[in-house]
Antibody, heavy 117, light 108 residues
Framework: EVQLVQSGAEVKKSGESLKISCQASGYIFNTYWIGWVRQMAGKGLEWMGI????????RYSPSFQGQVTISADKSLTTAYLQWSGLKASDTAMYYC??????????WGQGTLVTVSS | EIVLTQSPGTLSFSPGERATLSCRASQSVSSSYFAWYQQKPGQAPRLLIY???SRATGIPDRFSGSGSGTEFTLTISRLEPEDFAVYYCQHYDSSLYTFGQGTKLEIK
């Protein structure tokens, strides 16, 4: 069974750094792109970026390029999303997603990030 | 950049009725990479339809998708109480993924 299990909720202050994780299981991690989707409170879904763990190829949404860093550790079958200087506007729910054939067929449970100023 | 527009933002139906949700693309897109998702309150979205018309694993056959070019539709043939949720369309092209802003299906 495919599962994407994300790390727990985080409460941070503006300017702090953060790295959240998504551990994948139930499939061959290196062969599927895995990405991140943001959802601000009461708002819609925004694709942030995606990584292919097999060769570390990364694609970012123009809206998030330079704002976050996506990485993956093949040995841990885990993908990461990190910030080097959080802003209050980064407060949102973040979902990791597995890409298959142009869509996201599996979703993590979400990680709520709250940033206070 | 392709923009997906879902309108209206909210639709009201009664259980048992047929619902049709619309998603319009700002330019013609490939139906091979067009999908619909359902999101219930407090839950992660789940894939309903991919390739514009194929149901994802475990999705009841009351859900169907159709369309091509710039106009796509999600139809729920007979609404069940659990179908009242927010629905998003999504497209993929040239390593970019775009979501519509969502349509909330509420109980009348």
């Amino acid at each position: 069974e495919v599962q994407l299990v994300q790390s727990g909720a985080e409460v941070k202050k503006s300017g702090e750094s953060l790295k959240i994780s998504c551990q994948a299981s139930g499939y061959i991690f290196n062969t599927y792109w895995i990405g991140w989707v943001r959802q601000m409170a009461g708002k819609g879904l925004e694709w942030m970026g995606i990584i292919h763990p097999g060769d570390s190829d990364i694609r970012y949404s123009p809206s998030f390029q330079g704002q976050v860093t996506i990485s993956a550790d093949k040995s841990l079958t885990t993908a990461y999303l990190q910030w080097s200087g959080l802003k209050a506007s980064d407060t949102a729910m973040y979902y990791c997603v597995r890409h298959y054939d142009g869509n996201f067929d599996y979703w993590g449970q979400g990680t709520l990030v709250t940033v206070s100023s | 950049e392709i923009v997906l527009t879902q309108s209206p933002g909210t639709l009201s139906f009664s259980p048992g009725e047929r619902a049709t949700l619309s998603c319009r693309a700002s330019q013609s897109v490939s139906s091979s990479y067009f999908a619909w998702y359902q999101q219930k309150p407090g839950q992660a979205p789940r894939l309903l339809i991919y390739g514009a018309s194929s149901r994802a694993t475990g999705i009841p056959d009351r859900f169907s998708g159709s369309g091509s070019g710039t106009e796509f539709t999600l139809t729920i043939s007979r609404l069940e109480p659990e179908d009242f949720a927010v629905y998003y369309c999504q497209h993929y092209d040239s390593s970019l993924y775009t979501f519509g802003q969502g349509t909330k299906l509420e109980i009348k």
